[in-house]
């Protein structure tokens, strides 16, 4: 693998008032990697996606994105860059379309002016095509198309969840980043989001990284996984390593999980 | 010019002081309500002017009848926080209960049903002072005690001075180092040796104009005006206690946060807010009442003015926080009373008193720039 | 055994939609009784049209006995039904002592109250440790713990609590299962809404199976767990 | 129909209503007269809210309803002129009975007619009298920032400059409560002489927290001041208070002061401020139409009785009203009052006459 | 009623009767406002409700573009009511962007208003004289055009200048900050007549030139209308502002139906998403706030060529809350509501409450007496304090709590279009 990691992490802290949220974490993560962060509550782990998608600004640290200096800069920015996220609670556009909610997230690709959009020049019509259709096909992707036309806010919660995933997509990432994608799904559906998971990373080449407590999901699909406790990484390795990891027991899997999940 | 200047400084800032009681008194029922419903009550300036109003009918009314006027006074204040605490109920019950009833989400139409409640209840007060008086406006009586005038001591203003410009040239220095630091890459200097350097320079201004600020400083202030701070003192205090310790408090602020969880806890939101704009409605009456003591002339329009004045300044203290409304209406007072003052002198009266609203909400934006959650709002990061 | 709650044929609405289309459920004094579904069955409807935060259209609400379905919340909570809503709903600007005392509203004794948070900082020390912080910077974990707790302070007679495992690390996920059997022996009933339904019909002892507004299966715990569809559909493959 | 135009709602409606109620009165009195010619006269009293735009839309309302002859209004100069504009094209009569902008009948629209004195006249009438009579040397200037008040003020430290006293500070406020910034500055600047440009309700106050702060300054202002209001707000302190103004004590006239008697018997409160203007301009407007009436037997077009109006002469409440070339009132005494007690009407000690000055009107558009 | 909807035809038919009727009443009566409002309402209707495009047009056109005129020329209020409605549309429109779309509530609309106006009053009435060295003022009418487009830019500018701070602050904080710096203009507007006579202060400007019309009124009558140049005028802005209208809507449209419009509108409903989704928010902010600005600055420029003088009073903080009202009484976010909004509250402000103390003033002087049995009422003995013209402000209030309370979506909630597909063929 000579290629250079899509994401490095260097010294990252991040504090609250007194509170050390992300505590000096480094991480580099390789092109075309499922990569998950796995602790426990409140152990910093969406404040870590927050630094990286630059909503926080880290206290100390670098963060490079595919090679270029990231640290501290705008989070439109950042995602003009091509990453993407979804949110731990959703947040969809509400009172917006399904298709709209997608089209919102082609903007910077969209290439029309706004003197375009007064006068509807040729251009206008061309590019407003082009994220109608590329919208769609997302939505097909994502089985949401019979929903294209319904409002975001009336969709079930699952399709939520999917259209966040299709709206993050639509930016064409070249990472993207899941904070508990299948927190209040049942087994059911989690296994569902799983294929779908992999199955985005296989098609469009996109590195993914992801937060979860679903030990069921994360070993299965995760290739590597960083533990975080009291904002510090303890720990990076395979599935098996931090499985078995005994810190990594007693901290977060308990006793009981870690045999659920192995089962 | 400059011996004028400082001579006129503990006048300004006291003036500056009492005004900003004032708009402090009104700010907290904007911040009260708020905190609640999170609405900017724009119908308060007309409840404090239904205060107001009510306080001046009790004094015309009783002013042959009781001899005694700080006996008189209570009363005006009494039935004027009621009055206006009742005009809030209703305007809660028949305005806004419907529309959280109908859980609408969108936070401007509470404020359009707002401004509608504003201007109905200002024909409505002129509708009721008309058929009675066949007039509307209202004068408060004056009485000897209230406008009594106090002189006070000469140190008072000379302390002011000195603090004034011990702030002044801590700012001065403060800037000063910022500009090393920036520039030249020094070293922050210590708090302490800036006020040093700040304490230092007063002792040396202080020196060089004695003749001037230990002329006699003529600062003045009447008995309404130290009415108006001890009052407001009170309110603050009493509102900090009631919202901070009392279980009313506690449920106060937790419909405010979540009315629907809050109700799982056996409270009646509607209740609270009843309550809470009975508390607010209090207040504004009351200060209705101690603005026109102090300013002599009420009328349905009174409200507007005062109003939007409070409004600012809560939002300059940071909305929703009881202190931050006190804080900001002292400080836009101040702005206001120096701004108005100064101005003039400062242009060689190209630009006068009338600048000086401009420079109030030049300063707020500037404050805001650098706080946006207020001078003394809590920043709520937003948890992603 | 005692009858404490009873839904009798309960239609629910959201505007057009309708949510529950004729729920029956009871629930008898000392149990554990789960509620599992997919998303989106109605689960947590379920749990707030008890609680009064949504009305039914149609159908009865009885607790103890008396219908509650067309009271407001607060009056329902008086008489005696603590919820855990879904998504914890902590009062995110109220300290975590401020937190309880809400809980213990409609407690006019002091005593009372007094005893009730040494309980709960005695089930959950680690509230006791942050008994100063806001609700709102708490961890999810912990402010799981906090809005039992809080439910606690109101010493209902019935407890309902809505997917308290949701977003949990595992060790926590373990933590509130513990929790949950603990309360149970020291008496209180539970109402139980999990989307993890194993670990749900482990601690219940019955249970009844939702399905788009309405209950398809119910039994005995054990029973479910054993059951073919109910193992394919929640339990995972 | 004769139509008032002023704002009824609103912080002005005060001043408006003294409008509407002062021409009611006179239509009132005339109706019987004209009953008997065969003719109905009646009052149609409109709210402009002091703002321009509704002044526009009222002006387009009555000018396109036939029965409308003659207007009498607006309070606020602001709304007069592009209102004015409106009624100038049908050439519908406007007498105002309180605009003093001169741009008012500076325009030297045919129609536009108004019985107030001008700013351009009172200001320099009040200077005279303060610098030459009461000796004053540092004046201070307060003014409200409206047309009126300011162009008053304007007026009155041009007037003053000239006869040599010394303007220490001319200043505009909106503020209508709290004064301690202008007293502040009072207080360094050590004026002998305060001026103030606007109406009794901020006067009122303004006084009387002067003399509270111990501002001793002798303190005028022009017939914005004429008001018992303005004594009753100022309380004690409008003791030795001036102001200078068009209409002398109604005392003084026994038409006023039967026509105040009507007046408060009829609406239970004393004519003030524009009111005895309303009246008149209403008046004038009356006897244009009753004089047309009786000549020729029928009701006047808009036209003609504009024409009428700008030639009718009236012996008035305000005293003798005819008009000049412009509009603008031919000769206007200007009465300076004096409040020896705190109490209302004061003693006139002095009547100047001053006509209005000539502008060069353009070749009428 | 329902029976009706689904019948596109009986609706049709039933609206170009109604449509026709009402006209026809209109043009006998038009000083009477029934009529007057049964035509809007057909109007209203006609654009309303699912009927065939062309009868749309039809109607639409014949009752702005016929009806309306004609009668106007018997009652020239009918333009003025028509002029004022089509500017306060337009800045409804305006506002509806800032508001409406992207969310940010703004109480200092007016302000851009006053810049427009300004813009135009000062070069071209002879009071750019003051302070420029050529004294080539006032500028012929001609330049009026002109101005209207430099007023887009100023007050453009002037939105940038304002919004650059005022836009990094959120929610209520912002409304403080608008509200303030609205004031700040409106201050500015009546104190810079010194040291340097920009604005001639609280005098206002006065006269204003208008465009020149001859060209119209030849226009006229080539088509058998002879109209003096004050009957002309009235119409001629008229038609000038609903071409301006149609103009704005259709600005409006293509914004809101481009990425823009979209990036706005997400920007509204979740900041943080919208940053995540790659919409930088301060420009895009900055955007919405100078678009709607430029709207304002326009519609300022007209107004003071209709009203021939402008002066600070018209440009008050009431003044832009009442521009806010329009746009939530007609639906936040919707085009056609901002236009009705506009609408209606001009309407009412200047017509419909007149009207109705008009009539109860008629009822007065006639000394009628209601009877109604047990209650019997002369109107004459109404106290004078009962005037009611003086009450149309608590009138007006009332109206607006009680839409609040039954409509709180606005008259016409934003409805998001449905984006069709384009078959490929
Ligand atoms: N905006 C904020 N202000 C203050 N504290 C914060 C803020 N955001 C996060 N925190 C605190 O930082 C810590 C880490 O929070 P974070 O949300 O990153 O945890 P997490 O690992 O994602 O937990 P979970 O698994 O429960 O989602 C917590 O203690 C939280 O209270
Ligand atoms: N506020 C609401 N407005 C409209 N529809 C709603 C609302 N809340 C829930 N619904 C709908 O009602 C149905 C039942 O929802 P409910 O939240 O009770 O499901 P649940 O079983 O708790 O699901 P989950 O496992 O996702 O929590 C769903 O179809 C949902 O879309
Ligand atoms: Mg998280
Ligand atoms: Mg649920």
């Known amino acids: 693998m000579s290629e250079a990691p899509i994401l490095e992490v260097e010294n990252v802290t991040k504090t609250f008032g007194g509170l050390v949220a992300v505590n000096d974490v480094s991480l580099k993560i390789p092109r075309r990697m499922i990569f998950a962060v796995i602790g426990p509550n409140g152990a910093g782990k969406t404040t870590f996606f927050n630094l990286i998608t630059g909503i926080y600004k880290p206290d100390k640290g670098r963060i490079l994105f595919d090679g270029e200096e990231i640290t501290g800069k705008d989070p439109a920015w950042i995602a003009a860059r091509g990453m993407a996220r979804t949110f731990q609670n959703i947040r969809l556009f509400g009172s917006m379309t399904a298709v709209e909610n997608v089209m919102v997230a082609r ?153 659920g999940a192995s089962s | 010019m400059l011996e004028i200047l400082i001579q006129l400084l503990p006048s300004v800032l006291l003036e500056g002081l009492i005004l900003g009681f004032v708009y ?302 006190a804080v900001g209406g002292l400080v836009l007072g101040m702005l206001e009373m120096l701004g108005g003052t100064y101005l003039t002198f400062l242009t060689n009266g190209a630009m006068g008193t009338e600048y000086k609203d401009i420079l109030a909400f030049m300063i707020l934006i500037f404050i805001l720039l650098f706080r946006p959650q207020g001078i003394i709002g809590q920043q709520l990061g937003e948890k992603v | 055994m005692k009858k404490v709650l009873e839904l009798k044929n309960v239609h629910t609405y959201y505007g057009q939609i309708h949510a529950l289309k004729g729920i029956n459920l009871e629930v008898y004094e000392g149990e554990i009784v789960t509620l599992i579904g997919a998303n989106g069955a109605g689960k947590t409807t379920t749990l707030r049209t008890i609680s009064g ?48 005392e809400i809980g213990a509203f409609l407690e006019n004794d002091r005593h009372k109250v007094e005893e009730r948070k040494a309980e709960v900082f005695d089930l959950f020390p680690r509230l006791a440790e942050r008994r100063k912080q806001l609700g709102g910077t708490l961890s999810g974990g912990e402010q799981q713990m906090l809005a039992i707790g809080r439910a606690l302070m109101q010493d209902p007679r019935i407890l309902l609590m809505d997917e308290p495992s949701m977003g949990l690390a595992p060790v926590l996920v373990d933590l509130i299962f513990e929790t949950i059997a603990e309360l149970n022996n020291r008496g209180k009933t539970i109402l139980l809404v999990e989307q993890n339904a194993l670990k749900a019909l482990q601690v219940a002892h019955r249970g009844y199976v939702l399905q788009t507004g309405e209950i398809t299966l119910s039994g005995p715990a054990k029973e479910l767990a054993e059951n073919e569809e109910v193992k394919r559909a929640y339990l995972g493959g | 129909k004769i139509a008032t135009v002023s704002p009824l709602s609103g912080e002005q409606a005060a001043l408006g209503e003294m409008i509407k109620l002062g021409a009611q009165l006179a239509v009132e009195e005339a109706q019987p007269e004209f009953e008997k010619l065969g003719f109905k006269l009646e009052l149609a009293p409109q709210d402009d809210q002091a703002n321009p735009d509704v002044g526009v839309a009222v002006a387009r309302r009555l000018v396109t309803d036939p029965e409308i002859v003659a207007i009498v209004g607006h309070l606020n100069t602001g709304v007069a002129i592009p209102s004015s504009e409106v009624y100038k094209d049908y050439q519908l009569a406007m007498v105002s009975p309180a605009n003093t902008g001169p741009a008012v009948t500076d325009r030297c629209y045919l129609n536009v007619n108004r019985l107030v004195g001008r700013d351009d006249v009172q200001g320099p009438a009040g200077a005279e009298f303060a610098v030459k009579e009461l000796g004053a040397k540092r004046i201070f200037i307060v003014h409200d920032k409206t047309t009126y008040g300011q162009g008053v003020a304007e007026q009155f430290k041009k007037k003053a400059e000239e006869l040599g006293a010394q303007v220490v500070g001319f200043v505009g406020t909106e503020e209508k409560a709290n004064f301690q910034a202008l007293i502040l500055q009072m207080k360094a600047k050590k004026p002998d002489f305060v001026y103030f440009g606007g109406i009794y309700h901020q006067a009122g106050v303004l006084l009387k927290q002067m003399r509270e702060r111990g501002i001793k300054a002798t303190f005028m202002g022009p017939d914005g001041l004429d008001s018992s209001k303005f004594v009753e707000i100022a309380g004690e302190a409008a003791k030795g208070a001036y102001y200078t103004t068009v209409a002398g004590p109604i005392e003084k006239y026994p038409k006023a002061k039967a026509m105040a008697e009507k007046f408060e018997k009829k609406f239970g409160k004393k004519p003030e401020s524009f009111a005895i203007y309303a009246y008149d301009s209403a008046n004038v407007v009356i006897k244009a139409l009753k004089d047309f009436v009786a000549y020729a037997k029928r009701a006047p077009t808009r036209a003609e009785l504009s024409m009428l109006i700008r030639q009718t002469t009236l012996e008035g409440v305000t005293g003798y009203v005819a008009f000049d070339y412009k509009g603008d009132r031919k000769k206007a005494d200007y009465f300076v009052v004096h409040l020896k007690e705190a109490k209302y009407p004061g003693e006139v000690v002095k009547v100047i006459s001053f006509p209005a000055p000539a502008t060069k009107c353009e070749a009428i558009k | 009623m329902k029976k009706l909807r689904e019948n596109p035809l009986l609706l049709s038919a039933v609206i170009a009767i109604v449509a026709l009727v009402a006209s026809f009443w209109l043009l006998n009566n038009p000083r009477s406002t029934l009529p007057f409002l049964l035509t809007l309402g057909a109007l209203l209707a006609a654009l309303l409700q699912p009927i065939p495009k062309w009868l749309k047009v039809l109607i639409g056109g014949a009752i702005l573009l016929l009806v309306i005129p004609a009668a106007g020329f018997k009652n020239s209020f009918l333009f003025e009511l028509g002029i004022q409605t089509g500017i ?167 914004l809101d139906r481009s990425r823009f419009g979209r990036a706005w509108i997400a920007i509204r409903e979740d900041e943080t998403a919208a940053r995540a989704m790659g919409i930088p928010l301060f420009p895009t902010k900055l955007l919405a706030f100078a678009t709607g600005a430029s709207f304002s600055g326009a519609m300022g420029a007209l107004f003071a060529a209709k009203q021939l003088y402008v002066s600070p009073e018209s440009f008050t903080l009431i003044q832009s809350i009442m521009i806010l009202v329009m746009v939530i009484l007609g639906g936040m976010g919707s085009i056609p509501g901002a236009i009705l909004g506009a609408a209606t509250v001009t309407i009412l402000n200047v017509d419909l409450l007149k009207s109705a103390s008009d009539y109860l003033n008629d009822l007065r002087n006639a000394g009628f007496t209601l009877d109604l049995g047990f209650f019997k009422y002369n109107f004459a003995n109404l106290p004078n304090q009962l005037e009611p013209a003086k009450y149309e402000r608590m009138v007006f209030g009332l109206i607006m709590i009680l839409m609040m309370i039954y409509r709180p979506e606005g008259i016409i909630p934003e409805r998001r279009h449905v984006l069709e597909m384009k078959e490929e063929s």
């Open chain 1, 107 to 259: 903007h910077v690709h969209t290439k029309t002016s706004y003197a375009d959009a007064l006068l509807h020049t040729p251009r206008y019509h061309r590019e407003e095509k082009k994220a109608l259709e590329r919208s769609m096909e997302l939505l097909e992707y994502m089985q949401l198309s019979h929903r294209a036309h319904e409002l975001a806010k009336n969709l079930p919660y699952g399709e939520q969840r999917r259209l966040e995933i299709a709206r993050a997509l639509a930016l064409e990432p070249k990472l993207l980043l899941l904070d508990e994608p299948a927190a209040g799904m049942n087994p059911q559906e989690t296994e569902d989001l799983q294929k779908r998971i992999v199955g985005i990373r296989d098609d469009l080449g996109v590195t993914i990284l992801l937060i979860e407590h679903d030990m069921q999901l994360v070993m299965s699909i995760s290739e590597r996984i960083a533990v975080l406790d009291y904002g510090k990484k303890i720990l990076e390795g395979t599935p098996e390593e931090v499985q078995n990891d005994p810190r990594v027991i007693e901290a977060y899997l308990g006793r009981g999980a870690a045999e």
């Open chain 5, 88 to 254: 306060y549309a337009a800045m409804a429109l305006g506002l509806n962007v800032v508001v409406g779309l992207a969310g940010l509530l703004d109480l200092g609309y007016a302000a851009f208003f006053a810049v427009g106006a300004y813009t135009w009053a000062i070069f071209g009435s002879p009071q750019a004289n003051e302070f420029m060295p050529w004294k080539i003022f006032p500028l012929p009418g001609e330049y009026f055009y002109l101005f209207m487009l430099i007023a887009v830019v100023v007050a453009a500018i002037t939105g940038v200048v304002i919004g650059s701070p005022a836009l990094r602050l959120k929610g209520d904080y912002l409304a403080i900050v608008t509200l303030g710096l609205g004031e700040v203009v409106r201050v500015l507007a009546n104190n810079l007549d010194q040291p340097i006579n920009f604005t001639n202060g609280p005098q206002g400007i006065t006269p204003i030139q208008r465009p020149p019309i001859d060209w119209f009124i030849a226009l006229l009558e080539k088509f058998g209308l002879q109209l003096s140049r004050a009957e002309a005028y009235p119409l001629f802005f008229y038609l000038l502002v609903l071409v301006i209208i149609g103009i704005v809507t259709l600005v409006n449209i293509r």
């Open chain 2, 24 to 325: 402090a008194m009104i700010a907290l029922g904007y911040t009260m309500v708020y905190g609640v419903l999170e609405l900017i009550n724009f119908a308060h300036s007309e409840i404090f002017m239904a205060g107001a109003v009510a306080g001046a009918e009790t004094f015309i009314l009783l002013k042959g009848v009781i001899a005694n006027p700080f006996l008189l006074l209570a009363l005006a204040l009494l039935i004027g926080g009621t009055v206006a605490a009742v005009v809030a109920i209703l305007v809660e019950r028949l305005a806004y209960r419907p529309l959280r009833k109908r859980g609408t989400t969108n936070r401007l139409v509470p404020l359009i049903t707002a401004i509608g409640v504003s201007f109905f209840l200002q024909d409505l007060v002129r509708l009721i002072e008309g058929l009675w008086h066949n007039a509307f406006y209202r004068r408060y009586p004056s009485f000897a005690v209230f406008e009594a005038t106090y002189n006070l001591p000469n140190w008072i203003g000379v302390i002011t001075i000195a603090l004034t410009v011990w702030v002044g040239f801590w700012v001065l220095a403060y800037f000063g180092d910022w500009l090393l630091r920036r520039f030249k890459n020094r070293a922050p200097a210590k708090g302490r040796t800036l006020s040093l350097v700040a304490a230092g320079l007063t002792l040396v201004f202080l020196f060089l104009y004695r003749h001037v600020v230990f002329a006699d400083l003529g600062m003045t202030i009447q008995m309404k005006s130290i009415l108006v701070i001890v009052v407001s003192l009170a309110m603050l205090y009493g509102l900090n206690w009631l919202v901070h310790k009392t279980k009313l408090g506690i449920a106060i602020r937790a419909v405010a946060q979540d009315a629907q969880t809050a109700s799982l806890m056996g409270i009646d939101p509607d209740v609270i807010v009843s309550r809470t704009f009975l508390i607010g409605g209090f207040l504004g009456g009351v200060a209705g009442v101690l603005f026109g003591l102090l300013y002599t002339l009420v009328h349905p329009y009174v409200g507007f003015i005062p109003g939007i004045k409070a409004f600012t300044a809560a939002v300059l203290g940071g909305i929703g926080n009881i202190t931050g409304a």
């Open chain 3, 53 to 100: 935060m949504i009305h039914p259209k149609e159908g009865e609400v009885l607790f103890e006995g008396a219908a509650v379905h067309h009271l407001p919340a607060h009056l329902i909570v008086k008489r005696g039904i603590g919820h855990v809503p879904e998504g914890r709903r902590i009062f995110p600007r109220l300290t975590v002592e401020e937190n309880l």
